[in-house]
């Protein structure tokens, strides 16, 4: 009899650990969508983008995966922000439309430039003047992802999904 109770006691612990590690995997699965700038730049500068190809990869629609506000980066816990409501669409004529939940949250029209001695192309979007804080920033492609790097200038890098 006290075998069996060792038994069940070992097939219950053996349950919990199986129940552990599967919600493990879900919620890892879960934030798989979550990249770093590091992780976007190792997989950009394996391609060779001129200002042409660049700008046909940005045209579409792009759903907003996260948000990096780690702004300068002093050891300071970054700030993950993110609403899965969000999505922006770019249109050849360089215009834009950014909305949350199907409703139109701003619009305006975007640039793509080179600085000098740069080597990514610069996102500009020209207005309106407070549309710039999520559509303004060196872009970076890899696979179906893309980045909005606005922390050189101290705001938050934005990553977003292809929508297809």
């Given at each position: 009899?006290?075998?069996?109770?060792?038994?069940?006691?070992e097939?219950?612990?053996?349950?919990?650990?199986?129940y552990?590690l599967?919600?493990?995997?879900?919620?890892?699965?879960?934030?798989?969508?979550?990249?770093?700038?590091?992780?976007?730049?190792?997989?950009?500068?394996?391609?060779?983008?001129?200002?042409?190809?660049?700008?046909?990869?940005?045209?579409?629609?792009?759903?907003?995966?996260?948000?990096?506000?780690?702004?300068?980066?002093?050891?300071?816990?970054?700030?993950?922000?993110?609403?899965?409501?969000?999505?922006?669409?770019?249109?050849?004529?360089?215009?834009?439309?950014?909305?949350?939940?199907?409703?139109?949250?701003?619009?305006?029209?975007?640039?793509?430039?080179?600085?000098?001695?740069?080597?990514?192309?610069?996102?500009?979007?020209?207005?309106?003047?407070?549309?710039?804080?999520?559509?303004?920033?060196?872009?970076l492609?890899?696979?179906?992802?893309?980045?909005?790097?606005?922390s050189?200038r101290?705001?938050?890098?934005?990553?977003?999904r292809?929508?297809?």
């Amino acid at each position: 009899m006290n075998r069996n109770l060792t038994m069940e006691a070992e097939v219950a612990q053996m349950k919990v650990f199986f129940y552990i590690l599967l919600a493990f995997l879900l919620f890892t699965q879960c934030h798989r969508d979550m990249y770093t700038h590091q992780m976007l730049w190792d997989c950009h500068t394996q391609t060779s983008l001129t200002m042409d190809s660049t700008e046909r990869l940005l045209v579409g629609s792009w759903h907003w995966i996260d948000g990096d506000c780690n702004i300068f980066n002093f050891g300071v816990p970054s700030q993950r922000v993110f609403d899965p409501h969000v999505s922006l669409h770019f249109d050849s004529d360089q215009t834009y439309v950014m909305r949350r939940a199907n409703q139109l949250v701003r619009a305006g029209t975007w640039t793509l430039s080179k600085p000098p001695n740069g080597e990514l192309y610069l996102l500009d979007a020209t207005e309106p003047e407070h549309s710039r804080l999520l559509v303004t920033g060196f872009i970076l492609f890899c696979e179906d992802r893309l980045e909005i790097n606005g922390s050189y200038r101290g705001d938050c890098d934005q990553f977003y999904r292809r929508v297809y």
